[in-house]
T-cell receptor, first 112, second 117 residues
């Protein structure tokens, strides 16, 4: 079945440093979504990418979808303490079931 | 406009008992998904339902687990004869549909933390 892998599993940064998490799928995706989960909380939808090579920005967050639609990345510029949490990518291969396959997430830990 | 409502937030069951987890989707959403999350792990897909229909249950264990989304009332995830390995956070999510979910993503509930003692 479809697998979605994320690296790194954990990332420690100093406040103000940049952060990037990478997502790779074993199959071509019709779209990819990104979610953020705060400690003890639930996943919250951030964005969806659909087009090959697409780049979207939300303030300090930049999301990219690879040309082959099998990988994606999330980059945060100048991290703040409010960015703490786990960032998940989730892929949909468009098989009709519409159930998303989630990666294991990248835990972002920020040291003040 | 209430979001996805899950209850209970915390549930403790002894081994062998039944656990019932409820999920009311966001108003206007007709698609419900159940995911399981173990500590420090990602979200594992279990089942996708629409009203009165199971669309995809490929992630659901064959035994002891069942799910329904009746015409009236919330979606229910039922775990019979629970074992310690069932301890996890169970999240429900809803979306408007296949096409629109592409734009707005899933809306998740706050989850039910199941502890089996």
């Amino acid at each position: 079945g479809q697998q979605v892998m994320q690296i790194p599993q954990y990332q420690h940064v100093q406040e103000g440093e940049d952060f990037t998490t990478y997502c790779n799928s074993s199959t071509t995706l019709s779209n990819i979504q990104w979610y953020k989960q705060r400690p003890g909380g639930h996943p919250v939808f951030l964005i969806q990418l659909v087009k090959s090579g697409e780049v979207k920005k939300q303030k300090r967050l930049t999301f990219q979808f690879g040309e082959a639609k099998k990988n994606s990345s999330l980059h945060i510029t100048a991290t703040q303490t409010t960015d703490v949490g786990t960032y998940f990518c989730a892929g949909n291969s468009g098989g009709g079931a519409d159930g998303l396959t989630f990666g294991k997430g990248t835990h972002l830990i920020i040291q003040p | 406009n209430a979001g996805v409502m899950q209850n209970p937030r915390h549930l403790v069951r002894r081994r062998g008992q039944e656990a019932r987890l409820r999920c009311s989707p966001m108003k206007g959403h007709s698609h419900v998904y159940w995911y399981r999350q173990l500590p420090e792990e990602g979200l594992k897909f279990m089942v996708y339902l629409q009203k009165e229909n199971i669309i995809d249950e490929s992630g659901m264990p064959k035994e002891r687990f069942s799910a329904e989304f009746p015409k009236e009332g919330p979606s229910i995830l039922r775990i019979q004869q629970v074992v310690r390995g069932d301890s996890a956070a169970y999240f429900c999510a809803s979306s408007q549909g296949q096409g629109v979910s592409a734009t707005y993503g899933y809306t998740f509930g706050s989850g039910t933390r199941l502890t089996v003692v």
